[in-house]
């Protein structure tokens, strides 16, 4: 009998365990179980060898058309050529030595196999010859088990990786499965009325189908138990957190929202009512609110969290906003207190003091802040990760909202609930970024959602445009004489760089997978400003504004480009959320196919903000027909942040979806996709909620809480649920 948590080692021994656990990863029983086949050969299906692509490695289906002993070119002896076919074009296999006298007696003319190895391919004119040398090869008569499999069963071809044919982890999992004995983790009941087979039927017709029917129905299971038991991990935690004490935070009727409210100077959308009414319900509640607020770049949450703080004061207590940079968190600060006026002075229960906390306060300022934090004269605190530290205190912390929450990571939400006394704070977390994470987050997240889709009156259009600086090198030129023409109309702009300059690379999250390939280092934000100075902007006021600088000197920047005292603004991304200048029009953003999508649209979300029309320029040098390019195409083609979401989601592994990309654990994520699947994963929430309603421990499902149990123990969900 053998168990998913059996090690490997012990179900197949070493020898065929450890190329499994080196090349793959795979460790376990069940892990190796959970590695599905990628897709099905049957005989007579052949790969079309015009697909393959150079140093790849590939597995291929073929016939063999003929094998021929060649002379070698330069010593003596021979080596045997095997050609192989698709109907089509031809493949060739090298074979030397004693590989190719066995080789030699086993493909012989009309053998269908399987053949895995490197990819050589020669071009020379008109000429392309395509070549595996000495390929791990098996027939179809061999793989067979019986006549009756050989002539019709579908034959799975696994991922592989140098070394570890297709063939090779085949043979592993039939022979676990062989004696494999599984508890289902699905109660019988779900299971008749889904109409699914058991786990282990499951695992045994995807592994070993009799035809495409076992695949299809076995695929169903697998991918509603991925659902299924994220579902369940995420309720039982939503359950938790909704019995844990929070005090009521009902607001009042002649406090400082109301006074607020009467001095606002635009009419809130309907949509910002809509979602300050559900955030006012869950703040009066004795269990604390724990709220996502996503919505479109410019869509107003600011003022949606701010009425919620305020509601919270009124009712005593404190609301703290933390938010991902310094630039970010001066510019809430600054906003905050302009929109207050008279009502940001005094104490929390006359007026409400606005107090500023982040690392780089000078030490006499710092003080003032923690004293005003710890005393309650401070309403709301404005900061940092600093706020996090734990001599930072609060009278009577009531309200949490954390902006673009997929920047903070468990242990910095945890901190921040802990300083809530006896009773946890409400957490109302924000992004104006529906990025993949987000989708991922709305559709399995242990959050309440909240989406304001509706942009406020005054919010212009922003043009946005491909600028293909290697194939139209005057369209770059071009791009430099907008941003003189916006400047001479008394306007700004913002030239976004993926780069500081400096040895220490990068800022900001940049696409990986367009970085990959270097043409050349990404550009940078202090050789392009002196680049812009000196010529195509020459006699404008061209400041930089980065990370690294001292943050201080943020700030005056900052300041300085809110005043209009500066024309053109070179910075990395430290510019990408929060910031607010209504005069800025033109967004100039170079390299952009260093970017994903949805930061591309952030970016651009800074200008168009004051009733002037927004200019987006995306400056690249990627060719046309590649993907970045497309990527490129797609955001210059929509203003839809939640449609460019399902783009950046289409373009991601689902375990970059799910954070485990960056957290270095593996996605638990094999056949389960987010867009496709999104009818299986509300099915699968809908079973779990009525699951853990009626029995919230399991005690009369003790194989689904040792799921839970052990997909908790591995840190996956505890990444999903809190990142």
Known sequence: MTRFDEPL???????????????????????????????????????????????????????????????????QGTWLDVQVTDGRDKLHLAFFGKGAYAAEQRLTPGTEAMFSGKVNIFAAGKTRRVSLTHPDYESFDETAETAEEFAAAPVPIYPSAQGLATWKIRRAVRTVLDVLTLDDPLPAGMRERLEVPTLEAALRQIHRPRDMGEVARAGRRLKFDEAFVLQAVLVRRRMAASALPARPRPGSDDGLLRDFEGRLPF??????????????????????MHRLLQGEVGAGKTIVALRAMLQVVDSGGQAVLLAPTEVLAQQHHRSIVKMLGDLATGGMFGGTAVALLTGSLGAAARRSALLDAASGAAGIVVGTHAVLQEHVQFADLGLVVVDEQHRFGVEQRDALREKGGGGRPHVLVMTATPIPRTVAMTVFGDLEVSTLAQLPSGRAPISSHVVPAAEKPHFLDRTWQRVREEVGLGRQAYVVCPRIGDQE?????????????????????????????????????VRVLHGKLPPEEKDAVMSAFSRGEIDVLVATTVIEV????????????????RFGVSQLHQLRGRVGRGGLPGLCLLVSEAPEGTPARARLD???????????????????????????????????????????????IELARAEAVAVLTDDPDLEAHPALRSELEAVVADEKAEFLEKA
């Open 505 to 541: 690379g990068d800022e900001g999250d940049l696409d990986k997978a367009a970085s990959e390939d270097e043409r050349r280092p990404p550009l940078a934000v202090l050789d392009v400003a002196e680049e812009l100075s000196e010529g195509p902007l020459h006699g404008l006021r």
């Open 267 to 288: 009419q809130l959308t309907e949509g910002q009512l809509t979602v300050g009414e559900e955030i006012a319900a869950d703040l009066a509640k004795g269990h604390p």
């Open 634 to 680: 797609a955001v210059a083609a929509t203003l839809d942040g939640f449609e460019l979401s399902r783009v950046d989601l289409e373009q991601r592994r689902e375990g970059d979806v799910l954070g485990a990309a960056q957290s270095g654990r593996k996605s638990s994520l094999k056949m389960l996709q987010l867009l496709r699947d999104e009818d299986v």
């Open 9 to 75: 080692k012990k179900a197949l021994g070493d020898k065929t365990a450890a190329p499994l656990e080196s090349a793959l990863g795979i460790a376990t029983v069940g892990e190796l179980l959970r590695h599905y086949p990628r897709r099905y050969a049957q005989r007579g299906e052949l790969t079309p060898i015009a697909s393959l692509e150079n140093d790849e490695h590939a597995t291929v289906v073929g016939k063999v058309a003929s094998a021929m002993r060649r002379p070698m070119k330069n010593r």
């Open 578 to 593: 929060g910031v607010d200048v209504p005069n800025s029009s033109v967004m100039i953003i170079m390299d952009a196919d």
